[in-house]
């Protein structure tokens, strides 16, 4: 009888679990809410580009529409760990180098300069793709070969950072490491400053702007 009990209570909470997932309307991407069968498929947060659908970038859902447009006063770096020293080229793309098989961490920083007169982004956004990638099966989107714990984030705004002060910027920790298949690539980063929560969970609605920058993997034999 015991053991009925618990199969009921279970069977109880996965009914209750469906139902409420097929009531819930409020989507941060409605475009990602695919039915099949009465059932939602897949639901989507940022950053999911290539991820859940064929995005090739953040524009397919969000708008560029925000008051961080001045690329002179946006903060996008991407930074040795060890060293903090900026992998920045002077054509602006960066240059991520890295032993094979071995593990290197960078940081991503991205936000507002001190000196900005506009309100701060309340949320940062960035993914690492590599645009061949999209379409294929494969979840992860960064370089094949290429292991990576964190190839995304979604972060509200307010990390401090050493060459950075008074900037509002979000700092995210990466770990790389290239494995035998691991080949020489050129991915994008592809960022999004945002003011946050989105009208109707729309994300077209909402207030942002978005930009991208080249980053080049190079494997150290």
């Not at 679990?17 to 897949?42: D, V, W």
């Not at 969000?62 to 996008?76: F, L």
């Not at 290429?146 to 002060?165: Q, Y």
């Not at 946050?196 to 942002?208: C, D, P, R």
Request: hydrophobic share 40%; charged share 20%; with cysteine.
């Amino acid at each position: 009888m015991i053991k009925k009990g618990i199969i009921v209570s279970i069977i109880g909470i996965v009914a209750f679990t469906i139902a409420q997932l097929n009531g819930y309307e409020q989507f941060n991407h409605p475009e990602f809410n695919k039915t099949r069968g009465g059932f939602t498929a897949a639901y989507a947060y940022p950053p999911a580009v290539g991820i859940l659908g064929n995005a090739t970038n953040c524009l397919v859902c969000h708008a560029d529409n925000g008051p961080w447009k001045d690329d002179g006063k946006t903060v996008i770096d991407v930074l040795d760990k060890s060293t903090k020293k900026s992998l920045k080229q002077a054509d602006g793309s960066f240059l991520i180098e890295v032993k094979r098989n071995e593990i290197a961490t960078i940081l991503t920083v991205i936000g507002r300069t001190a000196d900005d007169e506009a309100e701060a982004p309340y949320r940062n956004a960035f993914i690492y793709v590599d645009p061949a990638t999209i379409g294929t099966s494969s979840l992860s989107k960064f370089a094949p070969g290429w292991n990576v714990n964190l190839p995304m984030s979604c972060k509200i705004v307010g990390d401090n950072l050493k060459g950075f002060e008074g900037a509002h910027i979000t700092v995210v920790p990466s770990t790389l490491r290239p494995t035998d298949a691991a080949r020489d690539t050129e991915i994008s980063l592809q960022v999004l400053l945002s003011k946050g929560g989105t009208e109707k969970g729309n994300a077209s609605e909402g207030i942002s702007n978005y930009y991208e920058r080249k980053v080049n993997l190079k494997v150290i034999e």
